[in-house]
């Protein structure tokens, strides 16, 4: 009888050993959402800190380069959180970049030739560069 409960014992042991260490390797993993927004979050970053550097710019630059921060925005993005995460990246800097940095200012929309060109110029490189990485 004894033999018997000390295999029970050893047994529920043995158990709760493995619940805690499957608890403890769970706690260390961060769960899919948790991912998904640590993504989101990298690629807004991205774009807001390459938005402020190219806003900081905008004296000397003016309406030349528009694009210039979001490509390397939508590189960083999509190395970290996949190819939707660089196109979400790709897609804001154009809006931003469009409506910030090209006249009309606070404008959508392409007026001259000369933004036609930065505009598929961007588009080539910075899609270019998402499905590379």
Known sequence: MSLVSDFRL???TLLADD?????H???RV?????KIVARICVTLICVLVAFGIRLWLSPI????LPFMGF???SLIASW???????????VMGLLLGDV???SPTGKLGINQSIELIQFIRYLITASLGVVLT
Do not use: C, H, W
Request: no cysteine; aromatic share 8%; net charge positive.
């Open 25 to 27: 390797r769970n706690s």
């Open 80 to 90: 970290y959180g996949g190819a939707i995460m660089g196109i979400i990246a790709l």
């Open 100 to 102: 910030f940095f090209t």
């Open 19 to 23: 619940l805690e260490k499957q608890r």
């Open 71 to 73: 490509v390397a925005a």
């Open 10 to 12: 050893s047994k529920s």
């Open 30 to 34: 961060p769960s899919r959402s948790r």
């Open 61 to 64: 630059l003016g309406e030349d």
